[in-house]
């Protein structure tokens, strides 16, 4: 049985519940946890049938449980499921662009998003200008007549500048554009895109809306119904809806979704202020540490936390930043976010390593720059971890300016 959620305009409050009730639909007899369906196509009793499903690259009642889950979430009807957040970005761009159109796309995006339009629509004639686009001006100031899609991250991967919504919705809007907003990092839990004026939210929902590292998965969300069924259809004719299981994994992950971001979020906001003193950090970045507006902003736009995520510059650089991300023991180097685990990342040589090195220096994104998803082991526990791998290297840095020197004291 499907579950599916009355939606309007205005979007729920009661997140706690949408997410525990996610896959339940409560019938007497039904199962707690709700099935997964793992079967490539459905019978039918006659050809002019009107089954819901036919056939699972088309649809499936278990990713059909996560799309009105997600939806939910958002006050919207229900996604459109994909077998990742890249599947998800690459369905929206065929769904909305042709050759000779053009993009306006924050230069703060995930690495994977810059690929994807500078090496493959690029070749299809999309062209795509980036900016700045917490400096709403230089974003209008990119739009063109030919302008279909303004597409930004916030907060921005990885160096958290946020991006005001409402006021890019507008100048969007007025240049006769859609705009889309990568909320992976917050969610629909901490920040509504849709309410705030977006045309659409992308998700990859292998980070923390699963939150266990064991589904890959994308989603799109909307309330624009025509194109919501312009999605499907590019969905539906390159395959790349999301597989039942990885869906089903993720309806579990997504029951404790809230009650996850308020943990790594409240313990988020104590590793960052303990980043900020520490002398080997030369920057941190967190939305509670930025400069007012931005801060202010963050406050206005961000529903009562700011999320997991945080940044930080190790003094000395790239050097520095191998000394400490080879000291760690409890936090993992690997290229993700969002799990139950503490997680770090070398953007530069990661994530943003195929963005152009110039690219990279704009977006903040320099060689000592250090992401970090934080889990939820105790927070006492991370900084601990931290320390020390820090220490490290501001040890090994300090090592390396007395052997600069004829004599060191």
Known sequence: MTTTFPFDAAFPTDFDTICTSAGRSGADGDPLVGPLVQSTTFCRDGIASAATHAYSRVSNPTVAQLEATLG??????PAIAFGTGLAAETALFLALLRQGDHIVCGQHVYGGTSRLLRELFAHFGVETTFVNSTK?????????????????????????????????????????????VDNTFLTGVLQQPLALGADLSV?????????????LGGAIVTRDAALAERIRFIRKCTGNIQAPFNAWLTLQGIRTLPLRLRQQSASAAQVAEFLADHPAVSRACYPMLAEPAQRKLADRQHLGAHGAVVAFEIVGGLEAAKVFLASLSLCRLVEHVGSV???????????????????????????????????????????????????????????RACGEVASCR
């Open 72 to 77: 939910a979430i958002e006050g919207a009807p």
């Open 136 to 180: 709403v001006p230089d974003v209008a100031a990119a739009m063109r007549a030919n302008t279909k899609l303004v597409f930004v991250e916030t907060p921005a991967n990885p160096t958290l500048e946020i991006t005001d919504i409402e006021a890019v919705a507008r100048v969007t809007h007025a240049a006769g554009a859609l705009l889309a």
């Open 203 to 215: 998700y990859s929902t292998t980070k923390f809306i699963e939150g266990h590292s064991v589904a």
């Open 341 to 399: 685990e503490t997680l770090v990342t070398h953007s530069a040589s990661m994530t943003h390593a195929d963005v152009p090195p110039e690219q990279r220096r704009r977006a903040g994104v320099n060689d000592g720059l250090v992401r970090l998803s934080v889990g939820l082991e105790s927070p006492d526990a991370i900084i601990a971890d931290l320390r020390a791998a820090l220490d490290a290297a501001l040890q090994r840095s300090a090592g």
